[in-house]
Nanobody
């Protein structure tokens, strides 16, 4: 079992930046592939970024590619999402997720047994 706690959300103006952090505890962090989902009001959860167990491979959905960067620091048991050039459409609750089986890339929320509680990101226009 692993526990995930997100932080770093807030209110920013369009074009601004935020860095989200996800602190993991409970077992060996490096054994988990990590990722970020987001959910805007009235919309389905969207898989926006993923990172492999040791950080060698990453994935970004097209809507955030070139603006967001996922990274991990296994020594700190933490995964990050650096968000630049934020747009109002990025407004959502952002969730950190983890999985320890299967391939590291999976866009299905059901594939991730471990979820944080979410952190709100609001981008004003």
């Amino acid at each position: 079992q692993v526990q995930l706690v997100e932080s770093g959300g807030g209110l920013v103006q369009a074009g601004g930046s935020l860095r989200l952090s996800c602190a993991a505890s409970g077992r060996t962090f490096s054994s988990y592939a990590m990722g970020w989902f987001r959910q805007a009001p009235g919309k389905e959860r969207e898989f926006i970024a993923g990172i492999s167990w040791v950080g060698g491979s990453t994935y970004y959905t097209d809507s955030v590619k070139g603006r967001f960067t996922i990274s991990r620091d296994n020594a700190k048991n933490t995964v990050y999402l650096q968000m630049n050039s934020l747009k109002p459409e990025d407004t959502a609750v952002y969730y950190c997720v983890a999985r320890d089986s299967g391939s590291w890339y999976n866009s299905d929320p059901r594939a991730y047994p471990y979820w944080g509680q979410g952190t709100q990101v609001t981008v004003s226009s």
